[in-house]
């Protein structure tokens, strides 16, 4: 097993997604701390671990502040012995448009997803540093933060911000010799249950049959299990040379995203007036226009759910 000895904390991984994560990480060999809100969920995801032969404890609180990304840290060395891997899952939706969302809304996202990160990989490297642990770190990132979507203004804004993050601590922790990557998954959840586009899909998770090819390959859609491979890898020895990138995952599809970089460049001696603009300027913005949000194909006519025939 790949990760034997290490210890590791998953955020928000009493289930789904973050409990695939620790799940694989507990049977990569590593010992994990379990975080969640509620402790029932939580001693559920710990004993799902233990009794497949694996080490796990758990701590019960929300992240966001710095009390509780220091607990994190603390667990696992007073149960563990030491802090070799941290993956930050946790997060909340709060999904209005605009003039619907409140400031409550819009607070409560940041304050999990960006914070709540910001604070656990503060608290983890901090560790990292003191104690000379090559650590991994593995953020997660969402489509809707590389490409926007309808209603998540909250949610748009607090994973792009994780991927800033992440190229920025890339920087600054290189000489420490530890990585930090962001994880864009594209994965069954409790959500996409209640999305109609992905029923035959859920349906067939549900049966413990495979999904069907078209949301597997096309849409690179699939189980957590499909993501929790990658989140182990990139918390290994193996993947020491992977830094400051985004990386997606789902069914069948691996991705590497790129960085935001320039598409088109013209220079005009004096700077862009706005009369420049008008004779120079808006013909480049006009024929450069990029897309937003994510377009989904249209579903073959066997996969299309009764409702839509």
């Known amino acids: 097993m790949s990760l034997n000895g290490k210890v590791a904390i998953v955020t928000g991984s009493g289930a789904g997604l973050g409990l695939a994560y620790a799940q694989e990480l507990a049977r990569q060999g590593a010992s994990v701390i379990i975080n969640d809100v509620n402790q029932e969920i939580a001693d559920s995801a710990v ?7 694996g080490k796990a404890a758990a701590v019960v609180a929300p992240v966001g502040s ?17 802090l070799d891997i941290l993956v930050t899952n946790a997060g909340i939706l709060r999904d209005k448009s605009l003039l619907k969302m409140t400031d409550e809304d819009f607070d409560l996202v940041f304050t999990v997803h960006v914070k709540g990160t910001f604070t656990c990989v503060r608290s983890a490297y901090a560790y990292f540093k003191e104690n000379g642990v090559a650590g991994r770190i593995v953020t997660i990132g969402s489509p809707t933060g590389q490409r926007g979507n309808f209603g998540q203004t909250n949610y748009a804004a607090a994973k792009a911000g994780i991927v800033g993050m992440v190229r920025t601590w890339a920087m600054e922790m290189k000489k420490a010799g530890v990585s930090v990557n962001a994880v864009i998954p594209v994965a069954a959840t409790a959500m996409t249950k209640t999305i109609p586009f992905f029923k035959a899909a859920v349906e067939a998770d549900e049966r413990g049959e495979a999904m069907p090819e078209f949301f597997r390959k096309e849409l690179g859609f699939g189980p957590a299990q499909d993501v929790a491979g990658v989140i182990a890898f990139l918390s290994s020895e193996e993947a020491a040379g992977i830094t400051g990138q985004a990386i997606g995952v789902g069914g069948d599809r691996l991705q590497v995203w790129s960085h935001p970089e320039p598409v088109a460049t013209k220079f005009h001696d004096g700077g862009w007036d706005y009369a420049t603009m008008l004779a120079e300027g808006k013909a480049l913005l006009e024929s450069n226009l990029q897309s ?7 579903l073959p006519a066997e996969l299309q759910p009764e409702t839509a025939k």
């Open 66 to 82: 710095s009390e509780t990304a220091d607990l994190l840290v603390k667990t696992a060395v007073e149960t563990f012995g030491g």
């Open 47 to 53: 004993a799902s671990i233990t009794e497949a032969g």
């Open 292 to 298: 937003v949000g994510e377009k989904m194909p249209e």
